[in-house]
């Protein structure tokens, strides 16, 4: 088991390993407790369930379906109607999604009670389980509402893999890959092996998720170095949005890594296009419908990176080495020309 | 014009007098603006949204009604429509309700955007402009939902008053009354004079402002000493909710505060009956229908001062001493007999 200490609010521990159950049980926090879990992974909350004695319990079906005003607003009747007091703890057992949902839940039930968070995919692993990102998409555009509202304890229990189905454990090392581009931790890099039987597995995920504790504790609230992890999240939002979110979100952020590569190199960086065709030769994402630029434009006026009138680009220039910075629409346009073509070689543009 | 520094977060202005949209021009921040208002004060919001030409604005009537799930959603994709970045500032003109709304949209959309509030009722100028206490309402309950989000600056223009609908002045003022009691501020349970042309009135909301101030600044998060703050809105709230509504905020709050004088006498604090009483002779509240003990119940269960398995009250023991603490069952049964009698001898309580 490896622990360590997230310095950001008041700080709050992580703890990846097996049987984490045992521990979330010594540190449990008296008061009240709630359950809100991912149906896929019922047979580990029945567990947590079980052990801390956790009798309110909401299981829901993952996915960006979740993440609306309206599942918000069942799950904080689901407290209410209990009567769960100000220092109930709300723990959330489930992906990506579903640690979103449950961690607004928690922020905004009574104005903020406490969470626990048990993130049980290779996605929510990595990043949605630290830094206290909390958020819901609107009928506008994904993640528009929210809160940065950081767990109180974050517990990766490696055994909820065990049935986490294999596109999404690859979905979501696209954020750990996107780490090791970040952070210039070239290990993370390494796909070759990487699969849910390896033994290497556990020592890269703990490397993926200490270069996302660094970043966070740098930068709580995103006014800077933060900004850093929407590498590729751009364009990548704007393919999901435009698509109608039949691109899941990991090929989509590969894809959006690509086009990073390309736009770093357009503005003088090196190449990295072959450091990142190897994460899609790996990943063998599903191919794009044929896209034009124009049809992005209104997906990508809406991202949350958009300041002022101009929107802020992530450009990788090397591993470790990133700028966040406006690019011309003239070479936003011929990237993507450039984009479309090596994806067509690749076989992942459909015509 | 007055004003003050509120030491709470990373501190803000507050100011009170005429023509405060000069003020606000002065200090407008830079970045797009957004104005939600109330449509009943739609006279004033026009002329702010003219001197500092914002042109997304939106008006909304204000009430309960507006403090939903479903109006949330609203006003969130009314932000995202426009593609409104993470540096916009939010405005919002109009009473408790409306800021009570925009404040939680402020806090959420983008995961928290600038806020600057323009009170313009008697409650939400003594009472809800200062703190940061956002909120919406559940079907099982009001203010279920919300965060702590203080405005950047808090505008209180008088000349909002002369459009005030005289049962909404008097309505807010039973909480400056309440501060009066909570502070021992004996000003402030001086009502005889108090009208929207009294050459006193600013005086007396200033220093009805002043003690929200400094008890936000001694508590910002409702640990201790702003649980003061709820003085007789635990059976306000109840009686709200049993009725349906039915019975205004403010009137309901001033049954509360009967009610915590009975408690305070009945666990050892002065007679503050017949201070109280001169609340309802001024106010004029209407009268309740007969509500049994066992039908407030259940709402009392939910309210969002229960912490673990008992109901703390906030009872009164003098002006300016207060203690939070559970109360038996029988003897809160005992004093609810002894409520009913009082208004009953007052025309209060119907039959």
């Known amino acids: 088991m490896r622990q360590l200490r997230v310095n950001q609010g008041s700080g709050y521990g992580l703890a990846m390993g097996q049987q984490m159950t045992n521990l979330a049980l010594t540190h449990a926090p008296s008061g009240p407790k709630a359950l809100l879990f991912d149906q896929s992974v019922g047979w580990f909350a029945l567990e947590l369930a079980n052990r801390l004695n956790i009798k309110h319990t909401l299981g829901l079906a993952a996915g960006e379906g979740c993440k609306t005003l309206e599942v918000f607003g069942q799950c904080l009747s689901w407290l209410a ?3 769960l007091p100000r220092n109930t703890t709300l723990y959330v ?3 990506g999604t ?14 903020g009670i406490g969470l626990i968070s048990f993130p049980t995919s290779t996605l929510a692993m990595v990043d949605a389980s630290v830094g206290g990102k909390t958020g819901l998409n609107l009928p506008e555009g994904k993640n528009l509402v929210g809160a940065f509202y950081p767990a109180q304890a974050v517990y990766i229990d490696l055994t909820t893999l065990d049935t986490l189905p294999q596109p999404l454990f690859k979905e979501g090392l696209v954020e750990a890959f996107k780490h090791g581009l970040i952070s210039g931790d070239t290990r993370l890099l390494q796909l070759d092996d990487l699969a849910p039987t390896w033994s290497g597995l556990e020592d890269y995920l703990w490397n993926a998720v200490h270069v996302k504790v660094k970043i966070v504790e740098a930068d709580p609230f995103e006014q800077g170095v933060r900004k850093h992890l929407n590498l590729g999240h751009t364009l990548g939002h ?3 949005g435009v698509t109608g979110h039949r691109i899941s979100h990991g090929h989509a952020v590969a894809y959006g890594l690509v086009y990073a590569a390309l736009l770093g190199q357009a503005v003088g960086g090196m190449d990295l296009l072959p450091v990142v065709q ?4 790996w990943l063998k994402p599903q191919p794009l419908p044929p896209i034009a630029f124009d049809q992005l434009l209104p997906f990508l006026s809406r991202d949350k990176k958009k300041v002022g009138q101009s929107l802020s ?3 990788p220039l090397a591993p470790g080495r ?7 629409d003239k070479v936003l346009l011929e990237v993507y020309g450039r984009f ?3 994806l067509s070689q690749h076989g992942l543009w459909l015509r």
Chains 1, 2 share one sequence.
């Open 340 to 342: 479309a073509d090596h």
């Open 238 to 240: 704007a393919l999901e």
């Open 313 to 315: 680009w992530v450009v």
């Open 81 to 83: 109607q209990a009567a």
């Open 98 to 111: 579903l640690t979103d949902l449950g961690g607004f839940v928690a922020a905004s039930y009574l104005r």
């Open 322 to 328: 990133l700028e966040v910075r406006p690019v011309e």
């Open 278 to 281: 190897k994460l899609l030769n």
């Open 93 to 95: 057992v489930g992906g």
